[in-house]
């Protein structure tokens, strides 16, 4: 349970209860367990979570004095939160509303399958790891909202209905990525080699419009210029239908630099003479990796959209300068060009 209070005007809000449930991913499939030393099979890595949100919240928004002596009922002046929790008719009197609570239990279910393909048409041995996924979304709710233009014209009132409503949505992806190298000759003092590692992922969203007739989540109202207004019935509603697809492209430069090394053969077991003692010598490498750069590049296309569907193109880039001063950069370019109408 919490509560919040504005002292100076009476308003409060309470959650009693809130309540919170869930289940961390598990493989309900996976027999893996069973076979020891064996791999799974492409249906065992099929992963399930859940998740489970509850809230009940009191909303206390008292009218003001002057309302409340126009409305003929003064006495409700000293009527507080508390009292209003108790009682119905006490909450009534001092806002003017009939229902105290919103209920509201929020229901979670991820699913994925992430597989990986170890060969690919054209290019033989290719490691890309797949991650199809779904997230499924289950809203309950005990009472729903009505919209109507007020007689006047002048103002939207808001009714609750009561009953059950369940705000059923869903979004589903399929991400795909890998890694690759490259060497690139360098000829510099203390250096060989460079290596670029390449980690090129995209990932396509779907999602419907929820706003659609179809899914019976909103109604619709006239408004003062008779232009029907579409609302939703309950909160959390999706507007708008997502079909997007996102790339980006990371990139990491690497070398590494050589240390000489004085190792004594004389030390080798079997030797006589241990240490350095006329000992013969020879010249080891002892190598450490250096990061020269990370170079990062990320965009996106939305095919829902009705114009100007690419994304604007991020670049991001670290390095280390000196040994102990970071530099990052970060910037954005925009695939389009301003037309001379904005």
């Known amino acids: 349970m919490d509560q919040n209070q504005t002292v100076n005007t009476g308003s409060a809000t309470a959650n009693l209860p809130t309540l919170s449930f869930s289940q961390s991913s598990f493989k309900p499939l996976s027999r893996s367990r069973n076979r020891p030393g064996q791999s799974e099979q492409f249906y065992e890595k099929f992963t399930v979570g859940y998740n489970l949100n509850v809230t009940n919240r009191f909303n206390f928004d008292p009218l003001s004095d002057e309302e409340l002596i126009a409305n003929g009922d003064s006495s409700a002046i000293d009527i507080t939160w508390l009292d209003a929790l108790f ?41 890309l ?11 309950w709710f005990a009472r729903t909202d009505r919209r109507a233009l007020s007689e006047d014209s002048t103002e939207v009132d808001i009714t609750s209905q009561a009953g059950f409503f369940a705000l059923r949505q ?8 890998s890694t690759f190298y490259g060497l690139l000759p360098i000829n510099l003092p203390g250096y060989n080699t460079v290596r670029h590692t390449v980690r090129p992922s995209l990932t396509y969203s779907y999602r419907p419009d929820f706003y659609n007739d ?8 006239s408004d003062a ?3 029907d207004v579409r609302y939703p019935i309950a909160p959390g509603v999706t ?4 079909k997007q697809l996102t790339f980006a492209l990371n990139n990491t430069f690497e070398t590494k630099r050589s240390r000489n090394q004085e190792v004594s053969l004389s030390d080798e077991p079997g030797q006589p003479g241990g240490g350095n003692q006329n000992g013969r010598s020879q010249t080891g490498g002892n190598a450490g990796t250096v990061k020269l750069l990370d170079l990062n590049f990320a965009s996106g296309y939305n095919f829902a959209a009705d114009s100007l569907n690419f994304r604007d ?21 925009s695939p389009y060009e301003m037309s001379a109408s904005g």
């Open 239 to 242: 507007n708008g239908e997502l």
């Open 313 to 333: 193109v991020l670049l991001t880039a670290r390095t280390r300068l000196f040994g102990n001063t970071d530099v990052d950069v970060r910037t954005t370019f």
């Open 214 to 221: 179809s899914y019976g989540y909103t109604r619709t109202y």
């Open 87 to 127: 009682s119905a008719e006490d909450y009534r009197r001092a806002t003017g509303e009939d229902e105290p609570f919103r209920f509201r239990a929020a229901h979670t279910i991820p699913l994925s399958a992430p597989f990986t393909v170890n060969r690919l048409p054209l290019l033989g041995s290719f490691n």
């Open 129 to 139: 790891n797949m991650s199809p996924s779904v997230t499924y979304n289950e809203d």
């Open 225 to 227: 210029s008779g232009n």
């Open 170 to 177: 869903y979004r589903a992806s399929l991400s795909a990525s």
